[in-house]
């Protein structure tokens, strides 16, 4: 029996190879979603669930962006819907598995040559991450996908379906509550 | 002088590196204030964006194994599958056919069933009978006249006084 005319081929999508593309943006998307939730074991169970769920949907894909902001998106719809969950909420303060300031201020680089220059970066670091801490989900979110990621704004527009001034004003406040925190010694933002 | 900065100016600095409005880079160049807070905010970003890779990347090394994607099974891994379902059948089955119902003990012996079948039945039958008896008789066993005590010792007596 010959297959019918009218039906459309399958579409080939670079999800297709799902281990490629896991390979190739597995630690960026880990990244993302361990300095925002700051827990390893929750940051890696949403990280498996963003390429399980974009090989789901890989269908769905049309190359309108690229595939890493299509993964970022997911990711930040998984975050979305995870924080939003009361048990979240009860266990984020008791997580073991949570990071802590110390632990990110190990990583400070050693550029410095002074030990007091060491100091000072090591403050500024643990204040910053402090301060990110206190952000509003969605202004971290697009606090980490700018500073970290280096995401251009029009692309964070798009991960997190924000118009492009709502991501703006986020980062403005995101920031305004950087330098509060560098201007009143790191102790507290306002 | 012209004022300092706005935080949205500064920030745009950040955000979006020039070209930026002339007047603001102007003012950058001739304020060192400015370009204090600029280059301060600046660095720690960089430091913040340098340690947290860093980190990250020490905490996706230490995932557990298990999280990794699913690789094909080895053809060793077969083998292994089939000796522990042959291990785990024996394990079943063995012990059940060692203790079957019937198996373990000793068959009964028919010379010692038999008498006591036939002693039940015959103790059976001489309970019976004597219920029978019991039914058939005119007064009950139980309202009978008790037998004379004396009768014993009278005739004992009479034995004694003719043998004198």
Same mark, same amino acid.
């Given at each position: 029996m010959l297959p019918a005319l009218d039906q459309a081929p399958p579409v080939e999508t670079p999800f297709d190879d799902i281990t490629s593309v896991y390979s190739v943006y597995e630690q960026r998307i880990f990244r993302f979603l361990l300095l925002s939730i700051r827990d390893r074991d929750v940051a890696l169970s949403l990280t498996q669930d963003t390429f399980l769920r974009a090989w789901l949907s890989?269908?769905?894909?049309? @190359? %309108?962006?690229?595939i890493y902001t299509w993964l970022m998106r997911i990711a930040v719809n998984l975050l979305r819907d995870h924080t939003r969950t009361q048990k979240f909420r009860f266990w984020r303060n008791t997580a073991a598995t949570a990071i802590d300031v110390s632990e990110i201020a190990e990583?400070?680089?050693?550029?410095?040559?002074s030990a007091e220059s060491r100091l000072i970066t090591s403050e500024q670091m643990a204040a910053i991450w402090q301060t990110v801490s206190e952000l509003s989900t969605r202004q971290r979110n697009v606090f980490l996908l700018r500073f +970290?990621?280096?995401?251009?704004l029009t692309d964070i527009a798009a991960v997190t379906g924000l118009p492009l001034s709502t991501v703006k004003t986020h980062l403005y406040r995101a920031l305004a509550a950087v330098r509060a925190r560098h201007a009143g010694g790191g102790k507290e933002a306002p | 002088m012209t004022p300092h900065l706005t935080h949205e100016q500064l920030c745009d600095f950040i955000? %979006?590196?020039?070209?930026?409005?002339a007047l603001s880079t102007a003012h950058l160049a001739a304020c060192p204030a400015c370009k204090a807070e600029l280059a301060t905010l600046s660095a720690s970003l960089r430091h913040f964006q340098e340690a947290s890779r860093s980190f990250a990347e020490r905490e996706l090394a230490r995932r557990? !194994? +298990?999280?990794e994607l699913p690789r094909r099974r080895s053809l060793m891994a077969v083998p292994a599958y089939l000796a522990a379902a042959a291990l785990f059948l024996g394990a079943v089955f063995i012990p059940l056919r060692l203790h079957r119902? @019937? !198996?373990s003990a000793p068959p009964p012996s028919p010379v010692a069933a038999v008498p006591a079948s036939v002693q039940t039945t015959e103790s059976d039958e001489a309970f019976l009978n004597e219920i029978n008896q019991d039914i058939a008789a005119s007064v009950p066993s139980p309202m009978e006249p008790l037998a004379d005590p004396t009768s014993d010792a009278a005739g004992t007596t009479s034995n004694q006084g003719n043998s004198q």
């Amino acid at each position: 029996m010959l297959p019918a005319l009218d039906q459309a081929p399958p579409v080939e999508t670079p999800f297709d190879d799902i281990t490629s593309v896991y390979s190739v943006y597995e630690q960026r998307i880990f990244r993302f979603l361990l300095l925002s939730i700051r827990d390893r074991d929750v940051a890696l169970s949403l990280t498996q669930d963003t390429f399980l769920r974009a090989w789901l949907s890989r269908s769905s894909f049309r @190359g %309108d962006c690229s595939i890493y902001t299509w993964l970022m998106r997911i990711a930040v719809n998984l975050l979305r819907d995870h924080t939003r969950t009361q048990k979240f909420r009860f266990w984020r303060n008791t997580a073991a598995t949570a990071i802590d300031v110390s632990e990110i201020a190990e990583y400070v680089p050693n550029s410095e040559s002074s030990a007091e220059s060491r100091l000072i970066t090591s403050e500024q670091m643990a204040a910053i991450w402090q301060t990110v801490s206190e952000l509003s989900t969605r202004q971290r979110n697009v606090f980490l996908l700018r500073f +970290v990621e280096e995401l251009e704004l029009t692309d964070i527009a798009a991960v997190t379906g924000l118009p492009l001034s709502t991501v703006k004003t986020h980062l403005y406040r995101a920031l305004a509550a950087v330098r509060a925190r560098h201007a009143g010694g790191g102790k507290e933002a306002p | 002088m012209t004022p300092h900065l706005t935080h949205e100016q500064l920030c745009d600095f950040i955000l %979006d590196p020039p070209p930026q409005c002339a007047l603001s880079t102007a003012h950058l160049a001739a304020c060192p204030a400015c370009k204090a807070e600029l280059a301060t905010l600046s660095a720690s970003l960089r430091h913040f964006q340098e340690a947290s890779r860093s980190f990250a990347e020490r905490e996706l090394a230490r995932r557990p !194994a +298990v999280i990794e994607l699913p690789r094909r099974r080895s053809l060793m891994a077969v083998p292994a599958y089939l000796a522990a379902a042959a291990l785990f059948l024996g394990a079943v089955f063995i012990p059940l056919r060692l203790h079957r119902p @019937g !198996a373990s003990a000793p068959p009964p012996s028919p010379v010692a069933a038999v008498p006591a079948s036939v002693q039940t039945t015959e103790s059976d039958e001489a309970f019976l009978n004597e219920i029978n008896q019991d039914i058939a008789a005119s007064v009950p066993s139980p309202m009978e006249p008790l037998a004379d005590p004396t009768s014993d010792a009278a005739g004992t007596t009479s034995n004694q006084g003719n043998s004198q």
